[in-house]
């Protein structure tokens, strides 16, 4: 495996056409896209974003200001807009997407050919609810584990859990004192995915991603609650396979 810096290629592929890099949600690290790199198209090349405070990068300091980290993120990237690529974010990681696109248009560099927003609501709407990472730690956990994002096991874990609430903390405190600002449409395609029974995210927050984008290629809503994504991860990686043409560039299909 190898990587650098918050940009990690778990399988080098150095003819593949294009790239999928992945974003992670609250508390996630690679392990939540590794399982997909099997499936994908052999001329796609997996890139996972992995933040500090989990992983090989355990000792570092979590960010917990949205600005600094896509600065860190845009400083990095620079070496990966040689081939076409697609961004997929979950939840938190829909938003890190769409602030770094975002700062790839403004500086008038290539942007992801697919933008995948998924079980995540419009970045730039204000927030519905009350932020939990002020929270003591009891309730903060009873929130965890309504999302169903952490297993059961790890919960019950004292000594993980001890680890993990520092970062999952630092990942909610991001995202709920960020609101994204609009300024102009993506160009890129954007393929909104949801669940049906998502408590987190309003059906109506999700679909507000469509006024950020210029071409909206389809919204797909699937059985399920946040994490959605654990049960139909086959599915997903098939969409973004299919959207691939003989040249690897990524096309118009549907």
């Known amino acids: 495996m190898s990587g650098a810096s918050l940009f990690v290629t778990p399988e080098a592929r150095p003819a593949a056409t294009a790239r999928l890099i992945c974003f992670p949600f609250a508390g996630g690290d690679i392990n939540a896209y590794l ?14 974003v992995q933040l500090p405070g989990r992983g090989q990068r355990a000792r570092e300091r979590p960010f917990a200001r949205m ?65 939990v990472h002020r929270l003591p730690d009891a309730l903060f956990k009873e929130k965890i584990r309504e999302l169903s994002g952490v297993p059961r096991q790890v919960l019950e874990n004292e000594e993980l859990m001890a680890f993990i609430l520092p970062i999952l903390r630092a990942d909610f405190k991001l995202v709920e004192s960020y609101v994204g600002k609009y300024e102009s449409p993506l160009s890129s395609r954007l393929l909104i995915l949801g669940g049906e029974e998502d408590s987190l995210v309003a059906r109506d927050d999700l679909l507000a991603w469509r006024d950020l984008f210029i071409e909206v290629d389809a919204v797909r809503l699937y059985e399920g609650g946040h994490f959605f994504i654990n049960h139909h991860s086959h599915d997903i990686i098939d969409m973004i396979n299919a959207r691939l043409d003989k040249g690897m560039s990524l096309n118009r299909a549907s």
């Open 67 to 131: 600005d600094l980290l896509v600065d860190e993120l845009f400083g990095n990237m620079l070496t990966r807009l040689d081939k076409p690529f697609a961004f997929f974010g979950h939840s938190m990681g829909g938003k890190i997407a769409y602030e770094l696109a975002k700062r790839l248009q403004r500086e008038q560099l290539p942007l992801p050919e697919l933008f995948v927003a998924s079980g995540s609501g419009s970045p730039c709407l204000p927030r519905r609810s009350a932020p």
């Open 35 to 48: 399982p997909w790199l099997s499936r994908l198209d052999p001329q796609l090349e997996l890139v996972i």
